[in-house]
């Protein structure tokens, strides 16, 4: 059994996507929980994003492409800077198309 899960782990598409699956349950649980106890829908999702992108981070830096300790503070500053620029691009996106419908109605 343990040489099944090195050989699905040491497989960086199988290991990219089960890892990319455990971030979405962790940043929807850290949302879900964060909400429950603030009540503050915005801080929730904030919160979550951010716990979903530093755990995306640290599975894919140390497990998915088992990058050298050496510089991980410009890789997690580029993989924030490249997640929040996409951030960025789906709200002005969103904003932009909810204004289009919205003054069609």
């Not at 699905?8 to 971030?23: H, I, P, Q």
């Not at 050496?70 to 951030?87: H, N, V």
Request: charged share 15%.
């Amino acid at each position: 059994m343990k040489t099944l899960i090195k050989k699905f782990f040491d497989n960086e598409v199988l290991s990219y996507l089960f890892f990319g699956v455990a971030t979405t349950v962790v940043s929807v649980v850290s949302r879900m929980l964060c909400y429950e106890l603030t009540g503050n829908e915005l801080l929730a999702t904030i919160i979550g994003d951010i716990l979903g992108i530093l755990f995306a981070f640290v599975t894919n830096d140390t497990i998915v492409f088992k990058q050298a300790r050496s510089g991980w503070p410009s890789r997690l500053i580029k993989f924030f800077t490249a997640r929040f620029g996409y951030y960025g691009l789906k709200f002005t996106i969103d904003f932009l198309s909810l204004s289009l419908v919205s003054h069609r109605s």
